[in-house]
């Protein structure tokens, strides 16, 4: 089995900072490209930013300059860092990852649980 777990959202005023952390763990083989994704009440779940296995990044033109993704292979962990946020960034987000796992022998996608950032104005 193979479980992602987020942590690191919660409440902050506009112009703030938070960190999101998501970890993998159970029968990794491998790890591809993570992502975060976000989705308002009412909204269809957006992508936020990318990082290939490699450290490629990519992000949503929303988010550019004040978000950055990054990953700790050695832990099976990807990171969110948001700068500068506002109450538009609010959301639950959610990270994705392309992991191989011994159990299914295969690449599948996984998705962690969410966890909810509020950003008061």
């Known amino acids: 089995q193979v479980q992602l777990v987020e942590s690191g959202g919660g409440l902050v005023q506009a112009g703030g900072s938070l960190r999101l952390s998501c970890a993998a763990s159970g029968s990794i083989v491998s790890i591809g490209a993570m992502a975060w994704y976000r989705q308002a009440p009412g909204k269809q779940r957006e992508l936020v930013a990318t990082?290939?296995?490699?450290?490629?990044?990519n992000s949503a033109d929303s988010v550019k300059g004040r978000f950055t993704i990054s990953r700790d292979n050695a832990k099976n962990t990807v990171y969110l860092q948001m700068n500068s946020l506002k109450p538009e960034d609010t959301a639950v987000y959610y990270c994705?990852?392309?992991?191989?796992?011994?159990?299914?022998?295969?690449?599948?996608?996984?998705w962690g649980q969410g966890t909810q950032v509020t950003v008061s104005s």
């Open positions: 994705n990852a392309n992991i191989y796992s011994a159990s299914r022998s295969a690449f599948g996608s996984y």
């Open positions: 990082i290939t296995s490699g450290g490629r990044t």
